[in-house]
């Protein structure tokens, strides 16, 4: 499966012979190889049942929550074994968003924002904490919409609000890397549109993994894409180059619209 | 399609609506026997408690049995209140919640967090019968281990702890149905940002399933509230206001039987009995309140 590396110079995570399973011998993600770019999007495509969004949840281990799960290799974040790390220092370090805006329904705006360091019991001062959530919020474009709402409740805000109130809430961290679980799957074109700029822009700070079932968006804003079908990593390249000049026949029925 | 035969329902048309409103009458009948004796219940002891109550009922401890008779016999209203009931009902509450309401809840989580698992299934089960043991029953287990070795003695300590096993299941059982109803994407949230367990718990899950948790503390208090026969075996009563919890104490039902078995104060019952039932009333009314206004991930 080697010949699905690309040559990357200096990547952030490297993935190495990666499989998990569900249950014995029922594979959802099985040997993959790959380097991640840094300050790059890396889409990750595929139909339904893939595996890709459990290989994104990989990355920063949230994959362990569901019971009776088996991993086997290993993945590296600036060369340091993920597997080795905490959970509390790996998920500072990987944020992620999801599928559907998750705000916390308890918290206001300003609490969301700076959701992480309460509830990891991290003490700031109210002027690091302001100018975490001021910073936080003007990175996703959301703060002038919200600066005069910050104490009310984030669920009163759009979808597309709460998918950017979210980012923020993960950017606030700092990380290094930023894990996107389909996330305007749940919002209408407008607010896609927005999110996906968010991204591009994204990228100068942050590498950022995607996840998404649409083919389009991968092709708009990512710089590398990867191809997963029944667990395997098919191909992974150069977005343009895997849309216009697909090696795998697979990849190439999957892209045209055959299957998927 | 042409109909070629008509079915025979239509024949008996008349028949069937007569039949209709048979049953119709029936329903509305049956419905009326359950609701017109709450209707008698509620306004005898109205009609009957309200003359006792005034602001001395809430503040003075129970008069003896000589202060009523000669009182009933001037044709005055009964000196004294269920004060030492109230205050007694309110310190025995409070403990058994202080027991029932963290253990209930951390078992109630659990079990959620552990859905499928052989121990989470023996759980529910031993929650179920426990459900339904006889609260004398509980009565006589708290008196054995509680009165008889531990405070050596009546107590409301030992009232407090027959309570709260009798707390225990509808907590568990409400938690767990509360954290059930949270959507997984809240837990992931804070799991993804590193939370430990103990914080996501207690500063998202808690929080989130806030309306729940505390309609189902507010129904498993109103159901103890009006408990008598445990607190027969274990906190006595008494004719004064106590503090100490390791000492006999009354409460409002303890009072109520204790007026029933003196022919001077039957009067007091009744009273005592609208409080309670107000008391009660006015918990199940406020946790169906919380309930309807806060549903969990209405908003989202």
Redesign the interface.
């Known amino acids: 499966m080697t010949e699905t590396l690309i040559n990357i110079e200096k990547p952030v995570l490297k993935v190495r012979d990666l499989s998990i399973a569900y249950e014995a011998g029922k594979y959802a993600v099985k040997e993959i190889n790959a380097d991640i770019e840094s300050k790059a999007i890396t889409a990750i495509m595929g139909p339904s049942g893939c595996g890709k969004s459990t290989l994104l949840r990989a990355f920063?281990r949230?994959h362990e929550?569901y019971p009776n799960i088996k991993t086997k290799g290993a993945i590296y974040l600036n060369d340091k074994d993920i597997h080795e790390m905490s959970?509390?220092?790996?998920?500072?370090k990987i944020?992620?968003v999801?599928?559907?805006p998750?705000?916390?329904?308890?918290m206001n705006i300003y609490e969301n924002v700076i959701?992480?360091y309460?509830?990891?019991?991290i003490k700031l001062k109210r002027s690091e904490r302001d100018e975490i959530v001021e910073k936080s919020l003007t990175n996703v474009t959301l703060w002038d919409e919200v600066k005069d709402s910050l104490f009310k409740?984030g669920?009163?805000l759009s979808g597309g609000q709460q998918q950017r109130l979210?980012i923020a809430?993960?950017i606030a961290?700092n990380p290094e890397v930023l894990l996107l679980d389909e996330p305007t799957s749940a919002l209408d074109p407008v607010a896609t549109a927005r999110i996906e700029d968010l991204l591009v822009d994204l990228k100068k700070d942050y590498t950022i993994l995607l996840v998404t079932h649409n083919m389009s968006q991968a092709a708009r804003i990512s710089d590398n894409s990867m191809f997963m079908y029944l667990g395997e990593l098919v191909e992974y390249g150069k977005t343009d180059t895997m849309f216009t000049n697909p090696k795998d026949p697979r990849t190439e029925g999957y892209l045209t619209g055959k299957f998927g | 399609m042409a109909v070629n035969k008509i079915p025979a329902f239509i024949d008996n048309i008349d028949g069937r609506n007569k039949k209709n409103k048979l049953f119709l009458g029936l329903v509305i009948a049956m419905s009326l026997l359950t609701v017109v004796p709450i209707f008698f219940i509620i306004s005898k002891i109205i009609i009957n408690g309200i003359g006792q109550i005034n602001f001395n009922f809430f503040v003075q401890t129970s008069p003896d049995s000589l202060q009523a008779m000669t009182a009933i016999t001037n044709n005055e209203t009964i000196p004294g209140g269920i004060a030492n009931g109230i205050m007694g009902t309110f310190l025995i509450v409070l403990v058994s919640s202080v027991m029932a309401i963290p253990v209930g809840m951390m078992i109630g989580i659990y079990l959620y967090e552990n859905q499928d698992r052989r121990y989470s299934n023996i759980l529910r089960n031993i929650t179920e019968i426990l459900q339904g043991v006889p609260s004398i029953v509980l009565g006589i287990i708290s008196y054995l281990w509680i009165v008889k070795n531990i405070t050596n003695g009546f107590s409301a300590f030992a009232g407090s702890v027959a309570l709260s096993i009798m707390m225990l299941p509808m907590i568990i059982r409400s938690t767990e149905e509360t954290m059930k109803m949270i959507p997984n994407e809240i837990r992931e949230a804070a799991f993804a940002m590193g939370a430990p367990y103990h914080n996501v718990i207690l500063r998202v899950l808690i929080p989130t399933g806030f309306s729940g948790l505390s309609t189902g503390i507010l129904l498993s208090l109103s159901r103890i509230l009006g408990e008598t026969a445990p607190l027969m075996m274990t906190a006595l009563g008494s004719s004064v206001i106590n503090y100490n919890i390791t000492k006999p104490t009354s409460a409002v039902p303890l009072l109520i039987w204790e007026f029933y078995n003196d022919p001077n104060m039957v009067k007091l019952v009744w009273s005592s009995s609208l409080f309670l039932m107000a008391f009660v009333l006015t918990l199940n009314i406020l946790s169906r309140r919380i309930a309807a206004k806060r549903k969990i991930g209405k908003k989202r």
């Open positions: 920063n949230m929550l959970t509390i220092e790996l998920r500072r944020g992620m999801f599928q559907r998750n705000p916390f329904p308890t959701a992480g309460k509830l990891n019991g409740k669920t009163f979210c809430r993960a961290f």
